[in-house]
């Protein structure tokens, strides 16, 4: 069965730093790699995906993943946080080998940063 | 840009009643799917639909659940009973297409409150 881990409930990082958010996942297969944003009170935003070809995956607001496959890992990052940035984020894989037809999400349960001006 | 909506934004209802989440997904994608986050845990997937039916459901999706594509642009998620592990957040999702290129746009989701 797939999953995903995300070791930090919560990241704090001063305004202009590099931000890092880590994730590492478990499927069987060549893995489908997503990250969401999540603000207060609102739905999850997609923020980029990795399927295939170069390991680092640019993605909306300045975000960027760097998959690393022998380290089973997505992290993501932010080469300038902003106080905007301040929300939940969530990791997800997609099991390319799992319910064709379906191709639903596993989260991981997800991180808050927390941007301080 | 088109969105994922759903109604309400709130729901409470007492143990034992039915409710009824809609959804209105993204008018050209064919697969829909809904997902739920119970406070301050994870997202959890509970079924997806294609094609008029269900193509996939977790463990979580019980006889107490069911989907329905009433007409070409509302996606519901009744449950028949609800108890109060059912509280949580319930997101409605959409895709346009099966391929790996395709991500799923979520809708800002209902919380459902069972008292």
């Known amino acids: 069965a797939q999953s995903v881990a995300q070791p930090e409930d919560q990241v704090n990082v001063a305004e202009g730093n590099p931000l890092t958010v880590k994730c590492t996942y478990s499927v069987s297969g060549n893995p489908y790699l997503f990250w969401y944003v999540q603000y207060p009170n609102r739905g999850l935003q997609f923020l980029l995906k990795?399927?295939?070809?170069?390991?680092l995956v640019k993605g909306s607001y300045g975000f960027e993943a760097e998959f690393n496959k022998s380290q089973t890992s997505f992290h993501l990052k932010k080469p300038s946080a902003l106080v905007s940035d301040s929300a939940l984020y969530f990791c997800a894989v997609r099991d390319p080998k799992s319910g064709a037809g379906s191709y639903q999400l596993t989260f991981g349960k997800g991180t808050k940063l927390s941007v301080i001006p | 840009e088109p969105e994922v909506t759903q109604t309400p934004s709130h729901q409470v209802t007492q143990m034992g009643q039915e409710v009824i989440l809609r959804c209105v997904p993204i008018s050209n994608h064919l697969y829909f799917y809904w997902y739920r986050q119970i406070l301050g845990q994870k997202v959890e997937f509970l079924v997806s639909f294609y094609n008029n039916e269900i193509s996939e459901k977790s463990e979580i999706f019980d006889d107490q659940f069911s989907v329905e594509r009433p007409d070409g642009s509302n996606f519901t998620l009744k449950i028949r009973s609800t108890k109060l592990e059912d509280s949580a957040m319930y997101f409605c999702?959409?895709?346009?297409?099966?391929?790996?290129?395709?991500?799923?746009?979520f809708g800002p989701g209902t919380r459902l409150t069972v008292t």
């Open positions: 990795y399927i295939t070809g170069d390991n």
């Open positions: 999702a959409s895709r346009e297409g099966l391929g790996p290129s395709y991500e799923q746009y």
